[in-house]
């Protein structure tokens, strides 16, 4: 009976701790159900003729379908979700799930989207929460609002980026970003399988985040199928498990069968991965990520018109759109060598080689794996092919939990993040949503740099060239969001925003990227021997 009456009080104080949490889920589900109505992109239509595909289609026809110009481009296991939604849909609007109504946006087909996403990121919210209960607490009598986990909540809940992409331009990333997290929250748990499987779900969610599986294989190689380090944290080969390989290999190859097992049988294979994987869509995206290709392609213009008024080049041997338009996807350099998709695997491949080597050479534990992850999904950002603005999320929210950790970390987080979530304005161009983005900003920024000042309230975060650079994007948004698009250059020149935006973001992001791999390289190991699992 005593025993009863402890776990009983102990499952409540546990639920105490926790009220916080649920305040804080609950109200940035309010928000989100307060930007229902604001503006959404073509994302929505996108998803919109997926639903469409899917229930209207069968399973054969899926990805040969082309009557919109979105094509279903996502892995099969989000083609079965969007599938899932279609049925629950229909009782809303019929009329979304034909194939023919193109650009179809009734009141019901919005609130129904909408509320998808928002239900949906329960998953993140649990993901969050695991995430939360993996950072030790230091025991020094803080006050709620200067706890670690609180903050780290507060940091993941109420992200900026992912509330404007899912909330306002309209994605499905949350639930994504939830399957991420939690199979970072198992590996910190000690739960090696589960992590295995949930990645494995995303990858066939979402093929994007194939940029960070080098450092879940590389992890779960070298701390679940080799059983214990040497006291350096070398490797002891004699620890390996053949049977543990084969139990990740299982999961693995078991989730890809189901996935993609149904397309292989009908022999179409090669038309899903030409949907996943379509090169031909060039370099950069029409927004341009802030990225390392962002520099490039500006120093490619800049030496073009030096070429041009020393008279070194001719005017008509330039291409036109990469003098004018400014944000073509198929960009021709002038000067510069033009860049492949073969040439932009190996700068990604070389950018995250020196992360995996350090993570396999040394057992560092999970944060050692979270910080190879995260420079695997910069590497990948800043030097791969059709780089999506949106995809420097797949660095920011897992450096959140880094943030809480250091000050290091903390410091490189705020440049990250204020400058990757900044790059994510043109994606919202319409008047009406100006103050919400600038506002919504404004609250995440403010209560990250207190929050995380107050967290190392004895140490200085950034230096002083840190805190200039981040100054410079005051006058860098009041130009492109208030003050150009009353300028008659807006006709002449409608990249120019954009590009400038692009290119100040893209050395934050370098900068956050050369850190972090500085504060890899110079981390003292601490290593301890490994117990067998």
């Not at 791969?384 to 939990?401: D, F, N, Q, R, T």
Request: hydrophobic fraction near 50%; include cysteine.
């Amino acid at each position: 009976a005593n025993k009863v009456i402890f776990l009983t009080v102990m499952a409540a104080s546990r639920v105490e701790d926790w009220k916080w949490f649920l305040v804080l889920a609950a109200g940035v589900s309010l928000l989100k159900c307060l930007l229902i109505p604001t503006y959404h992109s073509t994302d929505f239509e996108v998803h919109r003729n997926w639903l469409a595909i899917t229930h209207s289609l069968p399973i054969s026809q899926w990805y040969y379908e082309d009557t919109s110009e979105w094509t279903l481009d996502y892995p099969p296991l989000f083609a079965w979700f969007e599938y899932l939604l279609s049925q629950i849909g229909r009782y809303f609007d019929k009329e979304m799930l034909a194939v023919q109504n193109l650009n179809y946006g009734s009141t019901a087909t919005i609130i129904f989207q909408r509320l998808t996403v928002i239900f949906t990121d329960i998953l993140f919210m649990y993901a969050a929460r695991e995430c939360c209960r993996c950072i030790p607490e230091k025991k020094d009598g803080k006050e709620l609002f200067k706890r670690p986990a609180f903050v780290l909540a507060v940091l993941l809940l109420w992200n900026f980026g992912l509330l404007i992409v899912d909330h306002i331009h309209f994605q499905y990333n949350g639930f994504l970003f939830g399957l991420l997290l939690l199979s970072v929250a198992r590996l910190f748990q000690n739960r090696n399988l589960e992590s295995a499987l949930l990645f494995t779900i995303l990858l066939n969610f979402k093929h994007i985040f194939l940029y960070v599986a080098p450092a879940y294989g590389i992890y779960l190689l070298r701390s679940y199928c080799f059983t214990s380090s040497k006291p350096d944290g070398s490797l002891k080969w004699s620890t390996f498990s053949f049977l543990r390989l084969a139990s990740l290999g299982l999961i693995v190859c078991s989730v890809f069968a189901v996935s993609f097992g149904p397309f292989i049988a009908m022999g179409q294979l090669p038309q899903v991965l030409s949907r996943l994987f379509p090169f031909k869509r060039g370099l950069c995206h029409a927004y341009w990520a802030p990225n390392f290709w962002a520099l490039y392609n500006v120093i490619d213009k800049a030496l073009s018109v030096i070429g041009l008024k020393c008279g070194l080049l001719n005017i008509e041997s330039i291409p036109k759109a990469s003098m004018t338009g400014g944000l073509v996807q198929e960009f021709q350099h002038t000067v510069l060598p033009s860049v492949s998709p073969l040439i932009t695997l190996i700068c990604t491949f070389i950018s995250i080689m020196p992360a995996v080597c350090c993570l396999w050479l040394k057992h560092r534990g999970p944060y050692g794996f979270l910080h190879c992850l995260i420079l695997c999904a910069l590497g990948s950002f800043l030097f791969g092919w059709h780089v999506h603005e949106k995809a420097i999320l797949i660095a920011i929210l897992p450096l959140s939990l880094l943030a809480v950790k250091g000050k290091k970390e903390a410091g490189i987080f705020l440049v990250l993040s204020t400058t990757g979530h900044l790059s994510l304005f043109p994606l919202l161009f319409t008047a009406q949503e100006l103050p919400i983005k600038i506002l919504l900003m404004l609250l995440f920024t403010v209560y990250s740099f207190s929050a995380l000042r107050d967290l190392f309230r004895e140490d200085r975060l950034l230096s002083w060239l840190e805190v200039l650079y981040l100054c410079g994007l005051i006058p860098l948004g009041i130009f492109c969001e208030l003050f150009y698009p009353l300028t008659p250059w807006k006709e002449r020149f409608p990249f120019l925003p954009l590009l400038l935006t692009s290119v100040y973001c893209a050395l934050g992001v370098m900068q956050s990227w050369l850190k972090l791999y500085i504060l890899l390289l110079n981390e003292s190991a601490t290593v301890k021997p490994k117990k067998d699992q």
